[in-house]
Every structure is written in structure tokens, then in C-alpha cells.
């Protein structure tokens, strides 16, 4: 049973920096398309961005490039997301996903920002930016 539990959610200022991290719990030793979504209050799910663990390019949503960095962290079923430059915009809940992938190319066929494929979520950790 794959278990994941966000942290390090918060309040900002603009311009200020969190980090996001997603401790996985139950993943085999197979490979995961993993990845971070947003959701603004009575809206969808929003995509940020995503890898796979297996490597390679990471995907990152217009909104995210250049200012948001997502990686896997220590230990190796951690992944994080650095968030730097912060606006108020990004106030959101922020969650984390993931779902088996066997190879790049099941990752290259996800619909980039869907949450519809992702199978395991975390519960959601609030990002408040303050002006």
C-alpha cells in the first residue's frame, strides 16, 4: 500500500522560498511517474511539474519554469519541490502524486499536468503568500 505525506507547507512573503517534500512509503522496486499539483479553492487540480524516477527531463508547468525545482530528495522515495520567487498566486493547496510507470515512454504518454492517470496522493499541504 503506497502511502504518501507531504510537508514544509506554509506562509511567505512575496518573493520568498519554501520546499515542499513528499515522503513515499510502500513503492516496490519499480519505477514511478511522480509529480506536484496545486489547487486553488473550487477549482481542479492544478499540474506544477514532474519526473520520472527512472531519470530524465522533468516536465514543468509555464507557471513553474524558472522559479519552481522539482526533484528527488534524500531518502531516495522523497520528492521534493522548490519554490522560489514566490507570488501570491501560488497560494494554494499544494499535493503530491504518483503512479507506477514501467519506462520514459509511459511517463512521455501522460498528459503533462493531468491528475487523472495519478493513482496515490498525498492529503495536501497549504502555501500562503502573502503580499
Known amino acids: 500500500q503506497v502511502q504518501l505525506a507531504e510537508s514544509g507547507g506554509g506562509r511567505v512573503e512575496v518573493g520568498g522560498s519554501l520546499r515542499l517534500s513528499c515522503a513515499a512509503k510502500g513503492f516496490t522496486d519499480r519505477t514511478y511517474c511522480m509529480a506536484w499539483f496545486r489547487q486553488f479553492a473550487g477549482q481542479e487540480r492544478e499540474g506544477v511539474a514532474s519526473?520520472?524516477?527512472?531519470?530524465?527531463?522533468?516536465y514543468y508547468a509555464d507557471f513553474a519554469k524558472g522559479r519552481f525545482t522539482i526533484a528527488r530528495g534524500n531518502p531516495e522515495n522523497t520528492l521534493t519541490l522548490q519554490m522560489d520567487n514566490l507570488k501570491p498566486e501560488d497560494t494554494a493547496i499544494y499535493s503530491c502524486a504518483a503512479v507506477q510507470c514501467a519506462s520514459w515512454q509511459d511517463f512521455t504518454a501522460i498528459p503533462k499536468g493531468s491528475p487523472d492517470v495519478y493513482t496515490y496522493w498525498g492529503q495536501g499541504t497549504q502555501v500562503t503568500v502573502s503580499s
Open positions: 519526473l520520472y524516477t527512472g531519470g530524465g527531463p522533468r
